[in-house]
Every structure is written in C-alpha cells, then in structure tokens.
T-cell receptor, first 114, second 114 residues
Framework: DAGVIQSPRHEVTEMGQEVTLRCKPI?????LFWYRQTMMRGLELLIY????????DSGMPEDRFSAKMPNASFSTLKIQPSEPRDSAVYFC????????????FGSGTRLTVV | QKEVEQNSGPLSVPEGAIASLNCTYS??????FFWYRQYSGKSPELIMS????GDKEDGRFTAQLNKASQYVSLLIRDSQPSDSATYLC??????????????FGQGTILTVHP
C-alpha cells in the first residue's frame, strides 16, 4: 500500500496566484480530511469528506479556499487568490473509520506564498 | 476550555528516563483515543490507540485512559533520543461534532537528551 499520496511536496507561489493541492487517499478509505498546520495554530481541520461528500467545511478559513472530491481516489484543495498568511503545511489524511482506526496522514505540502 | 488539551511543553527528559505526556478532553462520551508522533518536518504517525479504561502497552509505550477523569496519558519508558518529537493527542469526540473526525490537542514537544 502506497499510503496517502500528496502533491506537490513543496509549492512556492506569489501572492494572488491560484494554488492547487492534490491528494490520493488509501484505497478503500471512506473518509478524507484536509488539515493545515502552523506553529502558531497547530493542526487545524479545514474540511472532510465521507464517500466523496463534504461533511464539515466549517474550518475553511474563507471563500478563497475550496475543496473537491470528484471520486473516491482523488481530492483537491484550491486557494484562489493566495495570500502570505496561507503559508503553512497542508496535510491530507484518510481513514476507513476514524474512531476505530485513527487516520493515516500523507507527507504534506509545504506552501509558501511570497 | 479547549476540547482536547495537552500539558504544555516542551518536556525534556534524560535518556533512559520515563517520559509522561498528558491529555484531557471535554466530552465525557468520547470512546476513542489516539497518540500520534510527529518528527520535525514530517507528518503525524499513529503510535497508540486506546478505547477502554486502564493501561495498554506496546513495547516501550504505555497508553493510560481514565474516562471518569477524562484523562489520557502516554508513558515512554527507557526514553531514547530518537523519541524526540512532538506528540499529539487525538480524541473521537461524540457530542456537538460530526461523526468521523478526530479532535487534536496542540501537541507536546519532547526532547530526550543523552
């Protein structure tokens, strides 16, 4: 099993540009989560999906952020337009049943907006 | 009160000592508890899960759960410098939140010095 796969690993972009982060969950996992991690705020849940349907997007900071899961094997997190305060590490995680097995995290995307 | 709270760090212990990491949670109905380890620059990795009151041992790690006190801890025996990392407590809260997501504490940084 290849685990949760995220791309790109690093992204440097200029303020105002569109950024798209990608995630491939573990096959068979019904839940997919997008987190953001910073030193100041720790690990923050942005949005999560169950069976490709968004369940809770209350953590999405503002309308500049959007997430999609068009099928069971792919999800995107888009930021448009990006701002320097969006600089963080973005993690994708997947789970078969979070309460029984916890999550498996991807390697993360380190985003820097200059 | 935060939903999941960990003892403030950083925590520094000498090699060979017992490291004790603590976590409290707000929802008395919570049923699943996890400890994640995160090395600097890496993603969180699941190391322990516990669901019932008492102790659960796995090698040098022991998770302890006391639901009456809403308290979960992680003990690391014979601490090694390779245990130096941030440890995240995660709880499957069941009230006021959507099923399927874990709530993370802010993490405790552990340093094991030779």
């Amino acid at each position: 099993d290849a685990g949760v796969i995220q791309s790109p690993r690093h992204e440097v972009t200029e303020m105002g540009q569109e950024v798209t982060l990608r995630c491939k969950p573990i096959s068979g996992h019904d839940y997919l989560f997008w987190y953001r991690q910073t030193m100041m705020r720790g690990l923050e849940l942005l949005i999560y999906f169950n069976n490709n349907v968004p369940i809770d997007d209350s953590g999405m900071p503002e309308d500049r952020f959007s997430a999609k899961m068009p099928n069971a094997s792919f999800s995107t997190l888009k930021i448009q337009p990006s701002e320097p305060r969006d600089s963080a590490v973005y993690f994708c995680a997947s789970s078969l049943d979070s309460f029984r097995y916890g999550y498996t995290f991807g390697s993360g995307t380190r985003l820097t907006v200059v | 009160q935060k939903e999941v709270e960990q003892n403030s760090g950083p925590l520094s212990v000498p090699e060979g000592a017992i490291a004790s990491l603590n976590c409290t949670y707000s929802d008395r109905g919570s049923q699943s508890f996890f400890w994640y380890r995160q090395y600097s620059g890496k993603s969180p990795e699941l190391i322990m899960s516990i669901y019932s009151n008492g102790d659960k041992e796995d090698g040098r790690f022991t998770a302890q759960l006391n639901k009456a006190s809403q308290y979960v801890s992680l003990l690391i025996r014979d601490s090694q410098p390779s245990d130096s990392a941030t440890y995240l407590c995660a709880v499957g809260l069941v009230s006021g939140t959507s099923y399927g997501k874990l709530t993370f504490g802010q993490g405790t940084i552990l340093t094991v010095h030779p």
